[in-house]
């Protein structure tokens, strides 16, 4: 079955900075790739997804992500950070009929 | 308004009682879903259906039951038989395309505390 790893728990920010949040899938094949996030007191909410084709992948709010297949990867970016992404991020993978997802990253932006 | 309803947003149970969490959606989406969030694990999943009548475990099914009566409706029962109930519940639903489900959209989340 697969597996997701976020290797990043806490990532504290300030505003402007470049940000890359890591996501790593346990195997290969054709792959369906997901970014979730969770901003305080909402509902998650889908950031970006990857089927196919082009591996630069561009979401909501200024979020890209980019499938490497050859290092099992899909890591969330953007180019510069606002107060208002504070927020904790979720990577997920299909697996057949359901999705699993890694154990979230919580990034927070200072002014 | 389309979406996902669960109710209610907040939920205190005594130990030993078994509790039922409510989960609707208008989407009309065949497939339905139910996780649990802890600080730290993400979300885990306790149990899904694709179809009416018809539900499947998930990696935490153990201490839960579930229904699927009608599409719009998954309601998730959390027995006494679960040890650590107190947690963030979430519920998502997805369309099932040329028989696949994809992304899950998901539910306001219930927060239950078990005392």
């Known amino acids: 079955a697969q597996s997701v790893s976020q290797h990043n728990h806490h990532v504290i920010l300030s505003e402007a900075a470049s940000l890359e949040l890591g996501c790593n899938y346990s195997?290969?094949?054709?792959?369906?790739l997901f970014w979730y996030v969770q901003y305080p007191g909402q509902h998650l909410q889908l950031l970006l997804k990857?089927?196919?084709?082009?591996?630069l992948v561009k979401g909501i709010k200024g979020f890209e992500a980019e499938f490497i297949k050859s290092k099992f990867s899909f890591n969330l970016r953007k180019p510069s950070v606002q107060w208002s992404d504070t927020a904790e991020y979720f990577c997920?993978?299909?697996?057949?009929?359901?999705?699993?997802f890694g154990t979230g990253t919580r990034l927070q932006v200072f002014p | 308004d389309g979406g996902i309803t669960q109710s209610p947003k907040y939920l205190f149970r005594k130990e030993g009682q078994n509790v039922t969490l409510s989960c609707e959606q208008n989407?009309?989406?065949?497939?339905m879903y139910w996780y649990r969030q802890d600080p730290g694990q993400g979300l885990r999943l306790i149990y899904y259906?694709?179809?009416?009548?018809?539900?499947q475990k998930g990696d935490i099914a153990e201490g839960y039951s579930v229904s699927r009566e009608k599409k719009e409706s998954f309601p998730l029962t959390v027995t006494s038989a679960q040890k650590n109930p107190t947690a963030f519940y979430l519920c998502?639903?997805?369309?099932?395309?040329?028989?696949?489900?994809?992304?899950?959209?998901f539910g306001p989340g219930t927060r239950l505390t078990v005392t």
């Open positions: 998502a639903s997805s369309p099932i395309l040329q028989g696949m489900a994809y992304e899950q959209y």
């Open positions: 195997y290969g094949g054709t792959v369906n």
């Open positions: 990857y089927f196919s084709g082009d591996p």
């Open positions: 997920a993978v299909k697996d057949t009929d359901k999705l699993i």
């Open positions: 989407l009309n989406h065949d497939a």
């Open positions: 259906s694709q179809i009416v009548n018809d539900f």
